[in-house]
């Protein structure tokens, strides 16, 4: 039975011990050149914070794509469940009205 | 501020750059085998970055020998004899433990030594330098993290770490060990006295492994013999005849 604050609502959580000994999962956000908010660009394991940034400077920044690396544990993540879908986000689909598209947004003001 | 030859300057520079071709190829054979893929691809990126530092040392070396040789020639087309690495860079990977270890005695070396590069009187050497250290700081803060972590893990990782520097701890001395080039480059403001970078090298080593709750062995005995060109271990004829293996079967060969 998932548990409905995992990260991975749909992948199973097993119960028992694994089998061998895995570093943790953590979830990388990574703050782009030009970005202005950190984006979840993946995931990676690593045996604490300190590696995991550092690991995640190899995987994900390798070509330039970074100036800040946030790293959180997978399992400290609380999810939405795709079971409550239908109360949680079906009731906004028929509000257009709720989307400021009718605003012209001058240039000046650049990205929002 | 006395002159350096240019066979002085040449010998110099193919010991920064053999330094980085040996070691940068002994770390790639870590690919594809890692323990997990994190550190497969941090053991790459570290490939890579010694092998871009080959290329910029051996290619000046090659402009300041004037013979026409570019840095591949230079890499792909010497035997064992002509290397002027030292030999720790051609040491067996061993287990993970033992690459981790090779690479925090050498890459502490590296930091002090391109630190020192940083002011040299020699333009390009200067520029070479600024560009490398920025890599090797990072590759320094990894291999030390990791040794620190390896060496205060388990009873097993402990102990694989002390095996470790047990084994490669008589190979550190001769990064250290000055002869004549040496003394010419010093004394030329081109690069820094040994002497003084072994004194920054201990203050940086010698905390990580106490953290590592790691012994250094006791006794001075040095190994020596690679960045003269005396002689050699065993170990790196193998690693040229797969490092060069394309390049003598199909000389000239490109893609």
Known sequence: MSSPNSAYPDIPETQTKPKRHEWPLWEVFIRGQHGMSHRHVGSLHAPDEEMAIKNARDVYTRRNEGVSIWVVEASHIAA???S????????????????????????????? | ???????????????????????G????????????????????????????????W????????????????????????????VLLAEQPNGDFGQTMMRQFLFDAW??????????????????????????VQYHVERSGETVIGLGDGTSESHKRMQDALDLLWPYVGEMFVND?????????????????????????????????????????????GGKTGFQHTEHLG??????????????????
Not at chain 2, 1 to 23: I, K, Y
């Open chain 1, 80 to 82: 939405s469940s795709p």
């Open chain 1, 84 to 112: 409550e879908k239908g109360p949680l986000y079906e009731p906004s689909e028929s509000k257009v009205y709720r989307h400021p598209t009718f605003f012209d947004i001058p240039e000046e003001v650049g990205a929002m």
């Open chain 2, 180 to 224: 004549a080039i040496d003394d010419a480059m010093a004394a030329a403001g081109i690069a820094a006295d040994l002497a003084e970078l072994r004194a920054q090298y201990d203050a940086h080593v010698t905390p990580v492994l106490a953290e590592a709750t790691l012994m250094i062995p006791e006794g001075g005995f040095t190994h020596k």
């Open chain 2, 25 to 56: 190829h002994r770390v790639s054979e870590w690919c594809g085998y890692a323990p997990v893929l994190e550190e497969d691809i941090a053991l790459a990126n570290t490939a890579l970055d010694l092998i871009g530092q080959t290329q910029m």
């Open chain 2, 110 to 135: 590296h930091l002090a030594m391109l630190t020192a590069l940083t002011k040299s009187t020699h333009e390009q050497i200067a520029a070479i330098a600024a560009k490398a250290v920025k890599e």
């Open chain 2, 1 to 23: 501020m006395a002159d350096v030859t240019q066979e002085q300057l040449f010998e110099f520079l193919c010991r920064m750059g053999d330094n980085t071709l040996v070691l």
């Open chain 2, 58 to 85: 051996l290619g000046l070396a090659g402009e300041v020998e004037g013979k026409g040789r570019t840095a591949d020639d230079i890499a792909m087309l010497r035997d064992v004899w002509d290397f002027r690495n």
């Open chain 2, 238 to 255: 193998h690693l040229l005849t797969q490092m060069q293996w394309l390049q003598r079967a199909y000389p000239g060969a490109t893609w």
